[in-house]
Nanobody
């Protein structure tokens, strides 16, 4: 089992930066693929970014060039640095984990955090 706890969300103005953190505990964190997803009201949960155990990264087109995912395996932490935030980035952001390969579908992830709200005002 892997337990995930997100933090760092908040209410910010458009154009600023925010960094989300996800603390993992349980099984061997360093071998897991970690992902960030988000869900806006009335919308499906969508992939934002993912990072493999080897450091390979994937991003949704909507956040490429603005968001950066990283991990600190020694501390069991994964981060999502969000720059140049836009109102359309407003959502609940979830940290997720899975074994083996980097995937973009929420259905492929086994473990989920409780989510942290990010609200970007214009």
């Amino acid at each position: 089992q892997v337990q995930l706890v997100e933090s760092g969300g908040g209410l910010v103005q458009a154009g600023v930066s925010l960094r989300l953190s996800c603390a993992a505990s349980g099984r061997t964190f360093s071998t897991y693929v970690m992902g960030w997803f988000r869900q806006a009201p009335g919308k499906e949960r969508e992939f934002v970014a993912g990072i493999s155990w080897s450091g390979a990264k994937l991003y949704a087109d909507s956040v490429k060039g603005r968001f950066t995912i990283s991990r600190d395996s020694a501390s069991n932490l994964v981060y999502l640095q969000m720059n140049s935030l836009k109102p359309e980035d407003t959502a609940v952001y979830y940290c997720a984990a899975r074994d083996h390969f980097l995937r973009m579908s929420a259905d492929d992830y086994e473990y989920w955090g409780q989510g942290t709200q990010v609200t970007v005002s214009s």
